[in-house]
Structure formats: structure tokens, C-alpha cells
């Protein structure tokens, strides 16, 4: 069974910066893309940053120049790091994957870690 996992979240002071890690495990036949999305309280979830198959990297206009989406060591691993965090980056951070797993008559899908709660106090 496919599982995203993070790492990394926390509270930093603004300014500061943080890396998140996330770990596609389990039986995989292929990766379209990994990357992260992001939901605030009361808001709905949007996308921070994306790495696709072909090396794209796509960013949300509100991270640009900050944030940095890489993939290092372990193929199915992907890293975030936050640079200059400011407090209306405070939200849970979601890993997500479209991917194929191994299994028989597998097809292209959303995988979704369980989040990791970033703050940052002003």
C-alpha cells in the first residue's frame, strides 16, 4: 500500500525557515509528480509547490524566491524548504503524489500524506 509520509513541521519564529521531508513508501510503479499543498484555518487548500516527472517545478505566486521544492537522495523523496517564513505561512502542509502503484491494474492517482502543522509567530 502507497503511504506518504512527512516530516519537518513546526514553530519557527518569521523569518526563520524549516524543511519539510516527505517519503513516498510501499509498491510503485511510477511517479508523475510530487510536491506540496497547504491549508490554513478557514481557508481551502491550495498548492505550494510542485515537481513534476519532467523537472518542472511549479510554485504558488505567495512562495516564490522563498520556498524551494527539491528531490535528493532516495528517488521518492522530495524536500521543501521555507526560507523567510512569514506568519500567513502558518497552515497544515500536505504532501501529495500522483502516481501509479505496483499493483495489478493500478492507474494514475492522488496520494495524500496526513499533514504536518507549520506556525509562525510573529
Known amino acids: 500500500q502507497v503511504q506518504l509520509v512527512e516530516s519537518g513541521g513546526g514553530l519557527v519564529q518569521a523569518g526563520g525557515s524549516l524543511r519539510l521531508s516527505c517519503l513516498a513508501s510501499g509498491s510503485i510503479f511510477s511517479i508523475n509528480a510530487m510536491g506540496w499543498y497547504r491549508q490554513a484555518p478557514g481557508k481551502e487548500r491550495e498548492l505550494v509547490a510542485r515537481l513534476s516527472s519532467d523537472g518542472t517545478t511549479n510554485y504558488a505566486d505567495s512562495v516564490k524566491g522563498r520556498f524551494s521544492l527539491y528531490r535528493a537522495g532516495v528517488k521518492n523523496t522530495v524536500f521543501l524548504r521555507m526560507n523567510n517564513l512569514k506568519p500567513e505561512d502558518t497552515a497544515v502542509y500536505y504532501c501529495?503524489?500522483?502516481?501509479?502503484?505496483?499493483?495489478?491494474?493500478?492507474?494514475?492517482?492522488?496520494?495524500w500524506g496526513k499533514g504536518t502543522l507549520v506556525t509562525v509567530s510573529s
Open positions: 501529495n503524489g500522483n502516481l501509479r502503484s505496483g499493483d495489478r491494474d493500478s492507474y494514475d492517482m492522488d496520494y
